[in-house]
């Protein structure tokens, strides 16, 4: 069982071979990040799979400016769609500048399951995890690649996390 | 006005208790925790009609006896409580063995409560109408909820609409609203049902300055409906969502709801057959008819109607919602109440729950056994 934690949260992972902040600051720990490149928060490797980890943690009221399902007016409309897309651009550059820096540690070789932990709804949840698939993209979406950059990608929050991933609980820390 | 109803021993419900907002209340729950059943019940109690008839043309029991709506395990009669805004009361009770039950109230003038089932009924005015079909042949083909909404349907307008949008205030928001959302308006003349195609704009007039016709919409509307040429057509061929908004606007017409009323709205599922663009219109709908006076109580399965309530509520204008999510307990099955007048504090959301099982089953797929 490895502990980290995190951003307020504390994660267990159950037969992870490693696990660690990944964008740690800290100039005095082996796993200090420091290249001018985004990062993830959390990457744990299992025998099968890396699992990249990004969490976003928003308050109730926050959250609703990303429901680009319901607006009250077009304006409104116009401006939950742009931070909906701010926060996903942010969750895919995320992403793929962390597989850029895996990939110049030579830790690619096993399928990448990016899971992204926010506080919204699983409704909201959903709409942003069919985004981000688009775009990251899952899956070998390109004819000329060979390899995938993300084998999937999960949008979930706390209480569905603790349900779809008993092995690794997560809990926040106060 | 209802303020709470309080049941035990009788249906679902082995004891169960909700209090309501003179706003709009929105019962959600999984299948089976008995949303309609809370709707019949309010509806039965506050009818003016038998109680045993009305329980058993509501329900149907599956044999036909009072026994059919008593409590599975149930000790003790079988009650319905419900209190008005003025601590008044209505209850019935029966007994498992008993045909008939007894109903004793102190609420009056309650108004005839308008009860709005799943089923879409406009399109079935026309053979009620004609007495095609035998009181005994509608009574197997339909539960009370739908004959009872066909009457008032059918009812006699006690005015012209125009004249109601332009003389009370209040309709004029509602119903030039409804109209609008759907394009038109139902009329029923005689044996005659249609859909008429218009919409209601503010008349102008030469001879009033603006300044008069300023002062003079402060104090009434100036509507008239502009009907398009040629435009009615049957009922039957209109869209059902545009039926079910059509129910509202009819309702309002023949002063089931709304006009000087206390009575109370109960509406199953506003969002069967209903395209979801409709929805935020039907919200605004509502909570327009709430602005003017009408309580209103819903069950819901849809995620995008609860979401526009919680969009759309303005505090400023006094709108008021209670959530109430019913469950079942898992240590004795029974069915509980959560009550909170807040969206996100609606725990245990058995319409976001849906959402939730989508994305178990794409990490299932995904994943597979990892973290399992």
Redesign the interface.
């Known amino acids: 069982m490895i502990h980290v934690e995190t951003d307020g949260f504390r994660f267990e992972f159950d037969s992870a071979i490693e696990a660690f902040v990944f964008d740690e600051k800290d100039k005095t720990k082996s796993t200090f990040h420091g290249m001018p490149m985004k990062g993830v928060d959390v990457v744990a490797e ?1 025998e ?2 890396y ?1 990249y980890i990004e969490i976003k943690e928003y308050n ?1 009221d926050r ?2 400016k990303y ?1 680009i ?4 007016s077009q304006t409104e409309l116009e401006q939950k769609k742009e931070c909906f897309k701010w926060l996903k651009d942010y969750l895919k550059y995320k992403f793929r500048d962390s597989y850029l820096y895996r990939h110049a540690e030579g830790k690619v070789d096993k399928p990448i ?1 990016y899971i992204c932990l926010l506080t919204f ?3 909201l ?2 709409k942003f ?1 069919k985004s981000l698939k688009q775009e990251l993209p899952v899956g070998s979406k390109s004819i000329r690649w060979n390899i995938s950059l993300a ?2 990608c ?3 929050n706390l209480e ?1 996390w603790n ?6 609980p997560v809990s926040k820390i106060a | 006005m209802i303020k709470g109803i309080a049941l035990e021993n009788f249906a679902a419900f082995k004891k169960l208790e909700l209090k309501f907002t003179s706003g709009i209340n929105i019962i959600i729950g999984e299948n089976s925790c008995g949303k309609t059943q809370i709707l019949k019940s309010i509806y039965a109690l506050s009818s003016e009609q038998n109680i045993t008839d009305k329980l058993l043309g509501l329900f149907k029991p599956h044999n036909g006896n009072l026994s059919g709506l008593y409590h599975r395990g149930g000790k003790g009669k079988a009650s319905i409580i419900i209190e008005d805004s003025s601590g008044q009361f209505a209850v019935t009770e029966f007994g498992p063995r008993m045909e008939a039950a007894k109903k004793e109230s102190s609420i009056v003038n309650s108004g005839q409560p308008v009860l709005l089932p799943t089923k879409e009924v406009l399109s079935l005015l026309p053979a009620i109408q004609a007495t095609t079909a035998s009181k005994e042949v509608l009574s197997a083909l339909f539960d009370d909820s739908v004959i009872d909404l066909c009457h008032m349907l059918l009812s006699e307008p006690d005015g012209d609409l125009t004249e109601a949008v332009n003389n009370d205030p209040r309709l004029g928001g509602v119903i030039p609203m409804l109209v609008k959302t759907i394009g038109g308006k139902f009329e029923i003349n005689g044996d005659e049902h249609s859909f008429v195609k218009g919409k209601f704009i503010e008349k102008t007039s030469s001879n009033i300055s603006k300044a008069q016709s300023a002062q003079a919409y402060s104090d009434f509307n100036n509507f008239e409906f502009k009907k398009e040429k040629s435009s009615e057509t049957s009922v039957t061929m209109t869209a059902e969502g545009y039926r079910k908004i059509g129910l509202l606007q009819r309702l309002i017409d023949t002063g089931a709801l709304v006009k000087g009323k206390t009575n109370i709205l109960l509406w199953d599922e506003p969002e069967s057959n209903m395209n979801p663009i409709l929805m ?1 219109l039907l919200v605004q709908c509502m909570l327009e008819l709430t602005r003017n006076g009408q309580q209103i109580i819903i069950a819901t399965h849809d ?2 109607l609860l ?2 309530f ?3 509520i303005n505090e400023k204008k006094g709108d008021h919602i209670k959530y109430h999510s019913l469950y079942r307990n898992k240590t004795d099955n029974s069915v509980e109440v959560m009550t909170t007048e807040e969206y ?1 504090e609606l725990k245990p ?1 058995a319409i ?2 849906a ?2 099982n ?3 089953q ?2 299932v797929n ?2 597979g056994e ?3």
């Open positions: 299992f099968e799979a699992v109730d959250a609703s429901d399902n319901n607006s009250s399951h709804d699983n409704a949840n959903s995890s084998k999937s999960q949008v979930l569905r349900q779809c991933f008993p092995k690794w | 935020k995620y995008v979401k526009w919680d969009l759309l996100l959301n976001d729950e959402f939730g989508l994305i178990d794409e990490i995904d994943m990892l973290g399992k």
